[in-house]
Each structure stands twice: as structure tokens, then as C-alpha cells.
């Protein structure tokens, strides 16, 4: 789904439709996302020590009071890696939310379908340039404006002005209708059908989560190697990685330790579980599940090992251009964000029905990294969202003081 800041001006329009009729929907489904369950975590703990260890647990704890349901932090700085979390994964069941606790990533998704699309790229195995028309059917070309004319780059680098199905009312109310619906590539890209593109293709740049759908049918059309898009994320960054809490929905079936997602549907500060309503997960614009000890491997190999892109690929995803519609600058697969710290952020927001989540590193700050997980749906303006924002920004300020 949209990062945060591009949430308020489309899914505004819908959310409350959706959020009204939602304990009527899910209550015909069976759920994809069971209670959840304790899990626990192994490794070496120094956070205790850390020099920021109190402000960060003040942070997590402050917020929680202030009714963000459940929250985990990974941070990484000269001194070291801090962790914590607070609240529930599970209100019901009262499951604590731990660090190990696995949670919708919703854009960050993008990050990693980018990763594994240039490693393709650098073998050899398909071509960042070619015009997608080679690879979709004719019936998407006519009819989704601006694809004959655009690239995989183009894609990725969100430079099409193709219409974003999120910001499309009847994409909302077929989620609702069918909230556990495993939907098809086909299905999705069906919504923005005949509606008008933003501008012309490499004039202007403007986040669409459209984009990397089509991105990911290209790959699952071209097939290198004889594997889709979902199957490469897997070996070329899960696997590589050494990711075993990361799941990508609907392709993985969810463990047990998933986070129940929240949103405070009444305005009162009772809130509502929309774990199961699926926004078209697995296909390349939301679907993965995770949690911080898995993405900071993800981090860490990406932007500092660099053992997952070659150093022409990573400049390339990391020439930003400034939206039109935010203040993020957007490169290939990436974001550009917290800008007005002075130390612009490096990685990607996500954000869906029930859950948020941020993965960046700082380069001009020692290379520090912050990377979170709530379970409480952002991008719906609610009570809880200038709440989540504060969050937001008083945890990056802290890292970088």
C-alpha cells in the first residue's frame, strides 16, 4: 500500500465506507490471520547497556499510553543495536507484541521487489529498459494509460504517471466485499482500466502503487529462469538474506507470532481489528510480513554490506527525485524521507489497514538505521494518527541526536 504521507490524500475518501461495513464483512470470512501467538527470541541482548536505552523504552512507552496498540524498535547506531517492544500483538488474547513478532510491512514490500528485480537486471536475466509493452498482454496496454509507453526502470522509479488503483473508491469496496480474497494480477491492474494518467511518462514523478504491480507481472510474464516475481524475492533477498520471519502474503501462509492490525474505527479509542481485510497482497505493492531482527539483516545487506546489489544498481536506486505529491523524495524501489532532520532517511514507509511499519538507514549520520513495526492503521485519519506521527518523528530525532 502508499507510504503514510500519500495515505491521506486517497484513502481518506474511502476509509470510512470501508471501516463501517467492516465487522459485517470479516464476519463471513474465515480468517487468514489467527490469534497470536507468544514467540521469543534467542540472540544476544545488549540493550540494557545501550546510552539511549531509557529514552527509547520512555518513547515506546509513551505512545502505548497514548493507545498505539502494539510497537516494536530496532535501532542500530555507533553504540551498538537497541531493541524493545511494548503493548499487544493480540488485544483479545492480550499476546504481548515482542521484538520476534512478525507484522504486516505493507510498502516495504517495494523495497524488496526492487532489490531482487536488479539483481535480475545485473544477470543478464531481463532488462530494465525494455518497454513493458514486449512483455503484458495487449489488453492491459490499451487500457491502462501510459503502460505502452513506459519501462521497468520507469516503474520502479514511479516516473509514469500510470493511475494508482489505492486511490481507486471500487478497488475499496471489492476488498470489502471479498476481504479475504487472494486476488489475481489480472483482477488488480482491472481497476485502473481506462482511468487517466497523471502526466506524461519521465515528466514528473508521483508515487503509484500500480507501478510495481505492473512491475511484478512483468517479471511473472517474462518468467527468468522459469520462476515469478514472488519466487525470486524469496532466493534473491529472503533467502540470501537469511530472513526466516519473513513471509510474503498470499504466496506464504502467516506463522502463528503475526500481529493482529487495529484502527480505531469509532473515534472513541475502542479499536477494531482489521487483520483480514487483504489490500491485494503478494503482488509487489504490499504483502510482506516481517519483523525488525529480519529487516535489519535486510538493511544492513543492503546499504552497508552491499552483498545484494552490485554499486552501479544501488546508485541507481538511490537517485531521488522530489514527488509531486509529498514531501518524500522517491528513487528506484526507495524513499527519501525525514529530510528535515537534516539527515535524510534512506529505505521505505509502509502502511495498510491495520499496520505500519519504516525501514531506513541515515548515510550522513555514521550509517545509523531505524526500523519499526505498529500494528494500528496510518494512513486513515483517526484520533491515533497525529499520535502515530508524533511517534514517528520523535523516535527518528532520538537516533540521530
Known amino acids: 500500500m502508499a507510504f503514510w504521507q500519500k495515505g491521506e490524500s486517497t484513502m481518506s475518501r474511502y476509509y470510512w465506507l470501508i471501516l463501517t461495513i467492516l465487522l459485517v464483512a470479516v464476519a463471513c470470512r474465515k480468517p487468514e490471520v489467527v490469534h497470536t501467538k507468544s514467540c521469543s527470541y534467542n540472540g544476544a541482548d545488549s540493550s540494557a547497556k545501550h546510552p539511549k536505552n531509557a529514552k527509547y523504552m520512555g518513547i515506546l512507552e509513551k505512545y502505548r499510553k497514548l493507545g498505539l496498540p502494539g510497537i516494536s524498535v530496532l535501532t542500530e547506531d555507533e553504540n551498538g543495536v537497541w531493541f524493545g517492544a511494548t503493548g499487544r500483538a493480540d488485544i483479545l488474547k492480550n499476546t504481548p507484541f515482542e521484538p ?10 517495494k523495497m524488496m521487489l526492487s532489490t531482487a528485480i536488479f539483481q535480475l537486471h545485473e544477470a543478464g536475466k531481463l532488462n530494465l529498459d525494455e518497454k513493458i509493452s514486449l512483455h ?24 509514469t504517471g500510470i493511475y494508482d488503483i489505492i486511490a481507486d473508491g471500487g478497488f475499496y469496496l471489492a476488498v470489502v466485499n471479498n476481504p479475504n480474497k487472494k486476488w489475481t494480477a489480472e483482477e488488480l491492474i482491472a481497476f485502473a482500466y481506462n482511468k487517466p494518467a497523471n502526466f506524461e511518462p519521465r515528466t514528473s514523478v508521483q508515487y503509484s502503487n500500480t507501478n510495481t504491480l505492473l512491475a511484478a507481472m512483468v517479471v511473472d510474464a517474462i518468467r527468468p529462469g522459469g520462476k515469478d516475481h514472488a519466487q525470486w524475492m524469496k532466493e534473491l533477498v529472503f533467502d540470501k538474506v537469511g530472513m526466516p520471519n519473513t513471509f510474503y502474503h498470499s504466496h506464504d501462509a502467516l506463522p502463528p507470532q503475526t500481529a493482529r492490525g487495529y484502527f480505531d474505527l469509532y473515534q472513541n479509542g475502542t479499536l477494531t481489528d482489521v487483520s483480514n481485510m487483504i489490500t491485494g497482497s503478494g ?19 543492503l546499504f552497508i554490506d552491499r552483498k545484494l546489489v552490485n554499486a552501479t544498481s544501488l546508485l541507481n536506486m538511490q537517485t531521488f527525485a522530489p514527488s509531486t505529491d509529498t514531501a518524500t523524495d522517491i528513487g528506484s524501489g526507495l524513499l527519501l524521507e525525514y529530510k528535515s532532520t537534516g539527515h535524510g532517511g534512506v529505505g521505505h514507509t509502509g502502511g495498510d489497514l491495520g499496520y505500519a511499519a519504516v525501514a531506513h538507514y541515515f548515510p550522513s549520520k555514521n550509517s545509523r538505521i531505524l526500523i519499526y513495526c505498529v500494528n494500528y492503521g496510518t494512513n486513515g485519519n483517526s484520533n491515533l494518527r497525529e499520535v502515530y506521527i508524533a511517534f514517528r518523528e520523535e523516535l527518528a530525532k532520538t537516533l540521530l541526536e
Open 283 to 301: 503482488f509487489g505493492f504490499t504483502g510482506v510480513y516481517s519483523n525488525v531482527f529480519d529487516m535489519h539483516k535486510f538493511m544492513k545487506a
Open 136 to 159: 503484458l498482454n495487449n489488453k492491459v496496454i490499451e487500457k491502462v494509460k501510459n503502460s505502452g509507453a513506459v519501462t521497468l526502470r520507469d516503474l520502479l522509479r514511479h516516473n
Open 100 to 109: 520476534c513478532t512478525v507484522s504486516k510491512l505493507g510498502s516495504l514490500t
